[in-house]
């Protein structure tokens, strides 16, 4: 059974960083891309960042773009989201998807599997 589980969310300042984690079980990682996806109370699901399956290419929405790194061991079937100088609006629930196909993309309706989520706060 295909299984996402992601990790790292927190609370945490104005300025600062989270790394989450996405990890895989019950299948190999490195043959699917992998986005992440982030939902605030009240708002849409948003794209916010993802990775091909070799990691050769990558995606970032607008407004995460010069502050979020995704990359990924397929050693470890862990795919990560380093956010640095987070914002207030930045606060939502994060999730992980995987996508058999090899593309990085942020449409969410083209991935298969979802994880449960990780809620990220960014507050003073």
């Known amino acids: 059974q295909l299984q996402l589980v992601e990790s790292g969310g927190g609370l945490v300042e104005p300025g600062g960083s989270l790394r989450l984690s996405c990890t895989a079980s019950?299948?190999?990682?490195?043959?699917?891309?992998i986005g992440w996806f982030r939902q605030a109370p009240g708002k849409e699901r948003e794209g916010v960042s993802s990775i091909s399956s070799s990691g050769r290419t990558t995606m970032y929405a607008d407004s995460v773009k010069g502050r979020f790194t995704i990359s990924r061991d397929n050693a470890k079937n862990t795919v990560y989201l380093q956010m640095n100088s987070l914002k207030p609006e930045d606060t939502a629930v994060y999730y992980c998807?995987?996508?058999?196909?090899?593309?990085?993309?942020?449409?969410?309706?083209?991935?298969?599997?979802w994880g449960q989520g990780t809620q990220v706060t960014v507050s003073s």
């Open positions: 019950g299948f190999t990682l490195g043959y699917y891309a």
């Open positions: 998807a995987a996508d058999v196909g090899p593309r990085a993309t942020l449409r969410a309706e083209v991935y298969d599997s």
